[in-house]
């Protein structure tokens, strides 16, 4: 739970010498305390998203796990929880549930 304004899929930014891939990682690592080799992510799609005067590049990458959630930070991330991916929260982002379900259609 992002922020306290609901359910989304763990992402960020990208550092500057960073790949996608390994940003990824991090951010998977930072906001669920997963811990992904680069060859546990498969690619899914990349998109663009364009407001006023911000243009992002988004790829998005899926992780099979069996481990544990970390705890939340408290601050960015309120919490971490698992979900079906044809029962998600009525709070989730609709870019993550459009995302979700096109992974499992």
Not at 16 to 37: M, P, Y
Not at 59 to 77: A, K
Request: proline content about 6%; aromatic content about 10%; charged content about 25%.
């Amino acid at each position: 739970n992002y922020a306290h304004r609901g359910w989304t899929s763990p992402g960020g930014g990208v550092g500057s010498h960073e790949s996608f891939v390994d940003g990824g990682r991090r951010e998977l690592e930072e906001e669920t305390g997963i811990v992904a080799k680069s060859e546990d992510l498969s690619f899914v799609c990349r998109y663009e998203h364009r407001a006023e005067y911000k243009h992002n590049v988004v790829e998005v990458y899926r992780c099979t796990t069996d481990q544990e959630l970390g705890p939340p930070d408290g601050f960015e991330i309120k919490e971490v929880a698992w979900f079906s991916p044809r029962v998600l929260p009525t709070n989730s982002t609709p870019k993550s549930v459009e995302l979700i379900h096109s992974m499992y259609a």
